[in-house]
Each structure stands twice: as structure tokens, then as C-alpha cells.
């Protein structure tokens, strides 16, 4: 079966980095996507990874190990507005996303 | 950047009421428009896979007959929840990709809350 693995739940200070893994087990793989969801929002497309390595931008970046079927997502310098869940989701080799149920994350002051 | 409106934002009707969502790409082209369903604290659970010019291809467990779905064009599909009922109520959500590349995400549309009395 296909299965995506995020933490439910994260707490973090602002200010602070915070990272969130996902690991994924897909048949076939074709790129890792990372979304935020504000409570009550849609999601808005945040990362994008297909080859491994670190992709920046800005107070976010993203990294991913294909060997080992593993992503992180690291945000920096966080914001209260970054309280939020952050969705791992998969393209399998049917170009289909699978979804992990997202990690919330709380940001304290 | 890519841009995808959905309409209606929120909807409260009856119960046995056919309750109809339009999803348009607003500065994009896509074959391919996703239709998901989240219940409050609970992630995303897509329904379907709508294609432009064919029959949508629903997730197993989602009744076709229910929930229809039509994609008349590059920029538009739209989902009909027929006799919904108050176990329908939920946040409806599309999403589209782009024609150019499967590389390009999935933009998602604002979102319908439907409730139904």
C-alpha cells in the first residue's frame, strides 16, 4: 500500500526553527509537494522536490532524500501566522498525490 | 500565479436540496481538476479526478451517482451534490494543475463549506 507518515503535531516558539518530516512509501515517485492549510482555508502550495537536495525559499525550505523516502520541511525566524498544518503529499508513478494528514503545527510566543 | 476560483464560498440549504460547486481556472489551462472532501480536524480525502472531455474517476467509496461531476472545458468543472443530506456537510475543495508539465502543482480553490439542515 502506498502511506505517507508526517507528526501529527508539533509545538514551537516564535522565532524558532521548527522541522517537519514526512516519510513516504509510494509506488513510483514523481515529486514531493509540501502545502500549508490554515484551520478553515484551503491549502496553498508552499514546495515542490523531484531531485534530492535542499530547495530554499525565503523562511522556507525543503529537502528530499529519494534513497530513503524521506522529506523535511524547515521553517525559520517563525511568525505566529505560521501556525498552521502542513501537508506532505506524494505524485506516484500514476502522476497521482497521496496525501499524509498533516502535521499541525502551534507556534507560541 | 496560478489561480483557481470556487463558487460558492458557503452554502446552507435543505436537506434533499441538489447543491451544485463550479471550480474555473482563472489564467491557466488544466485537463485535470481535483475534487476533495474534509471533515473538521481530519485531512484531505479526494473524491475525484475530473478530466476534461471524459467521465471523472471517483476514489472507492465515493457514490458517482451522488456526487456528479462535470469538466465541459479547459477552465471549468463543476461538482453536484444531488439530495444532499446532513451527513454532505462538509469543505469542499478543488484543485487544478496546470496543462504545462506535470511538474506544476495542484492550486487549490478557497474552499465551499456546505451545511446542510
Known amino acids: 500500500g502506498q502511506n505517507i507518515d508526517q507528526p501529527t503535531e508539533m509545538t514551537a516558539t516564535e522565532g524558532a526553527i521548527v522541522q517537519i518530516n514526512c516519510t513516504y512509501q509510494t509506488s513510483g515517485f514523481n515529486g514531493l509537494f509540501w502545502y500549508q492549510q490554515h484551520a478553515g482555508e484551503a491549502p496553498t502550495f508552499l514546495s515542490y522536490?523531484?531531485l534530492d537536495g535542499l530547495e530554499e525559499k525565503g523562511r522556507f525550505s525543503s529537502f528530499l532524500s529519494r534513497s530513503k523516502g524521506y522529506s523535511y520541511l524547515l521553517l525559520k525566524e517563525l511568525q505566529m501566522k505560521d501556525s498552521a498544518s502542513y501537508l506532505c503529499a506524494v505524485r506516484d508513478s500514476n502522476y497521482q498525490l497521496i496525501w499524509g494528514a498533516g502535521t499541525k503545527l502551534i507556534i507560541k510566543p | 500565479g496560478a489561480v483557481v476560483s470556487q463558487h460558492p464560498s458557503w452554502v446552507i440549504c435543505k436537506s434533499g436540496t441538489s447543491v451544485k460547486i463550479e471550480c474555473r481556472s482563472l489564467d491557466f489551462q488544466a485537463t485535470t481538476m481535483f475534487w476533495y472532501r474534509q471533515f473538521p480536524k481530519q485531512s484531505l480525502m479526494l473524491m475525484a479526478t475530473?478530466?476534461?472531455?471524459?467521465?471523472?474517476?471517483?476514489e472507492q467509496g465515493v457514490e458517482k451517482d451522488k456526487f456528479l461531476i462535470n469538466h465541459a472545458s479547459l477552465t471549468l468543472s463543476t461538482l453536484t451534490v444531488t439530495s444532499a443530506h446532513p451527513e454532505d456537510s462538509s469543505f469542499y475543495i478543488c484543485?487544478?494543475?496546470?496543462?504545462?508539465?506535470?511538474?506544476?502543482?495542484?492550486?487549490f480553490g478557497d474552499g465551499t463549506r456546505l451545511s446542510i439542515l
Open positions: 484543485s487544478a494543475r496546470p496543462l504545462t508539465g506535470e511538474a506544476q502543482p495542484q492550486h
Open positions: 522536490n523531484v
Open positions: 475530473s478530466n476534461e472531455g471524459s467521465k471523472a474517476t471517483y
